[in-house]
């Protein structure tokens, strides 16, 4: 009779979470509310779509709050990590009334999700 060892158990169980790798983590959640990942559907806040890499307050078509617009931050690693844990002391005056993600580890796996939206 076939019996898995352990390890294979493992094995499987992170194949097949690769294999989901442009799912999002349970943190994203929080963000549908305001944010769709299809380009161009603007919501309470702009589409997520390829915002990695590009210049704050660029979507077309959103309505932007003027600090978000005059922020001057480009979304890279560093700024989304500062943003998604605390919006307000990063861009103060920005209009997405969100408290913040407070794990890191959910700001990492939102900021590697988003990087698949493209
Ligand atoms: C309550 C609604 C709301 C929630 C929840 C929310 N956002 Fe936002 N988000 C907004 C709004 C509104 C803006 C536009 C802000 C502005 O113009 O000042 C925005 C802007 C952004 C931007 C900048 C976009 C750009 O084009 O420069 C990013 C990135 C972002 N949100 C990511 C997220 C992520 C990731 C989450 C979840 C962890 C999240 N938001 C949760 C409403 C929200």
Redesign the pocket.
């Known amino acids: 009779m076939f019996r898995m060892s352990g390890g294979a158990a493992v094995a499987l169980l992170l194949l097949t979470s690769a294999a989901q790798a442009g799912d999002p983590p349970t ?2 959640n ?2 549908k ?3 769709k990942v299809e380009a161009g559907k603007n919501a ?3 589409s ?1 779509f390829g ?1 990695f890499g590009t210049k ?4 077309a078509g959103y309505q ?2 003027p ?2 617009k005059s922020s001057g931050l480009t ?1 890279d690693d560093a700024t ?1 990590s500062k ?2 844990a605390n919006p307000k002391d990063t ?1 103060p005056g ?5 408290a913040g ?1 407070k794990k890191p580890e959910d700001v990492a796996a ?1 900021i590697a999700y ?1 990087k698949t939206l493209r």
């Open positions: 943190a994203f929080q963000c509310a305001c944010h309470i806040g702009p997520l915002i704050a307050g660029s979507v932007y709050s600090a978000m979304w989304l943003y998604l861009v920005s209009k997405m009334a969100f993600l939102v988003l």
